[in-house]
């Protein structure tokens, strides 16, 4: 190993780039590629242009990573397959590479030794950050948060004030069983899927209660933007809050990238185990109906559960879903399901990369974050929300083909994202969160 990567001086004039520390797992991502390709078809942007196969966008990384920790990429360069962008042009291109992944982890499954492409390219967002460049709207999103601006911004307060009213529900209360770690993404996006959620715990006797303000905005967004240190930061933020309220439950209703940040990452970063346990609110539906606490009535209705990535493939929780469905609906599965499912390909942050979402983020803040944003950002939103209408077709193939009414999720972003595409390929199915479905079935 030690001959593989010796500690020499760089050749290189000072990195345009702060490359990502190498680490055993990254070595492996590194070094054990043989290219045999199996993870392309895989990928939703590869079908947008095979130039996105995640084997290709990872070898971007790996160039990067060859130029900087490898004694025969510092001393042959581009001879040897490494390469360090120099121009802010280069880092642009390799930002539009880094939004055509959604993290959605079936490269992961698909590949014979292990390599995680979407981990990669989630690296690779983090060195463009630490650059400098990142979209306009994750950069604001992720400071945000980070700094805690949510909890006194005017906008957010009486937004959360009005929720709050409807809601209902306790709220900062100590010692509940259950805090129902409500964000500001939860009410902007699936207001009707929390109030829904809302119903059914008071309905199940459930004693909850909610977070004082919001827990957080879609925590942690540093997560997608690439921001560590707003992360690092925001998890250990909130878990802090959560400890103090002492819940045996911390429960999401965001099953896209929150869930496994708090139920796996948060003790990565913490070094330690948290104080209460991450549940996804599907999980808890689950445990509620296997105690005969909730009773559903039959809604008669065709629906098929699209596996959220983050939930199913990085998170595991498959069969909970089903198993709620089935006593209630004529549930079949997507031809692509469970560890198989396509990705809605709007995951990682991708769907908010569009005019219409910088104008509504700027609604929400009281502040026009548009001003700011370049001809090339510009340029490059328009391409990215053209890809992802073009990336979600095996997605709308497979709904076509299931024959459903409905599809039932439970990811903010999977929802807009299924919304939007279904609509724009012609396609006559609806999309609910999971909380709304029960709440409607309740007896
Ligand atoms: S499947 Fe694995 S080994 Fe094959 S090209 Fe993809 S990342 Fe490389
Ligand atoms: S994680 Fe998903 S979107 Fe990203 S490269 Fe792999 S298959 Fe493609």
Redesign the pocket.
Known sequence: MTTIYPRVPTVLPPAHLPVVRLNSVTLHYME????????APWCPYYYVDEEFA??EK?ELVRQILRRRYTAAGILAGRVVGARMPRTEEELWELLRSAYRCADCGF?YI????G?D?GAMMMALRQMLYEAGVAPTIMKVLARFERDGLYKGHPAVKSAWEAFLKEAEAPVGRRGARVLLAVTLMDITLTRDAVLNTIKVLKRVGEDFTLPEVPFGVRPPFGAIAGDVKAQRDTIKDLVAYAESLSPRLAVFIDGGYVYPQFRFEATNILRRPLGFQVLHVIELFAEYVREGRLRLKPLGIRVAWHDPCHLARRGGVIEEPREVLRKFTDYRDLPGHGERSWCCSGGAGIIFLSEEFYRRVSQLLGTDITAGVSPRESAFLRETEEALRRAMLKKVKDVRKSGVQMLVTACPACIETLRAGLKFHKVDVGVEHISNLVAKALE
């Open positions: 054990s590629c043989v290219g045999c390709g199996n993870c995640p084997v990872a490269c698909a590949c014979m030794y390599i492409s």
